[in-house]
């Protein structure tokens, strides 16, 4: 079964699914100790209108890898699962480039896998919505002493678990192949790993290096123009399929249906200079997937993309 923030689901129902989208993405910190910064009733508005907007597209299920230091509320998500009907999948783990709070410095790997490991069998938050999936984070700093104690910790409470891994990466810095090691160095079987941001790059070469791992490959920040413009990520996705990595493929927006990482105004000027483009969930069937469909994407390998990866990939081990 996979855990999703309504209960556990038959794999047979995923459906199609948007593997990497935010309902909502702030600073926890922030957020609590200033919520009048915040507006809890437009967050849910937009997180609803963004999750209905897939929906209408036939998208049945909405992976939010969403964690430490983005703000995760599975009170929300569940909200925003009930208001919309579409299935939500939650995780637990760091989402950090380097920083971690003494709280976590001072203690181990296997102490911070207990607390990974603790969502995925009790509960998150003090609920019973359980994790579906394990995420960790390397950017721009590679992996650094902090990120490789997250990635251990993420591999040990996924053998515990039998769930699987989601690691946010870095081609400018080539983190994949690195972030791979370590989960394998740990006996993490790579099929389980999923690296994110992988479509960033155009560099095809790169991408099968971090694919002959074994690991599934996230082409997911469709709309981010400013890492790679949408006609590049569409040339790399047709480059792999022609190149026979369908199985290993994932599409997705990495949307957030409301961020706090910039005041209106930024988000207003990204916009204008193109920075950011048409970042929202109708994105990827309303425009890519055509656009795909015309350079040769058959129906059958869109399917293998959005419904079966996700769900091969999410089904737990053992
Ligand atoms: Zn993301």
Redesign the pocket.
Known sequence: MIETVQGPLDPGELGPTLI?E?VR?RDEAVAENWPGRYDGEAELAAAVAAVNAAKGHGVRTIVD??AMF?GRDVRFMKRVAEDTGVQIVACTGIYTYDYLPINWVTRSEDEMADAFVHDIEQGIQGTDMKAAFLKCAADEPGVTENVEKVHRACARASLRTGKPIMA?SHPGSRTGPRQMEIFIEEGVAPEQVQI?HCGDTDDVDYIEEVLQTGAYVGL?RYGIEMYLPTDKRNATVLALLERGHVEKMHLSM?S?ASIDWFNDATIEGLMEQGAVREWHTRLLHEEILPTLKEGGMTDEQERTMLVDNTRTWLTPAG
């Open positions: 990497h935010h993405f890898p969403t983005g946010h994110a997911d990495d957030c």
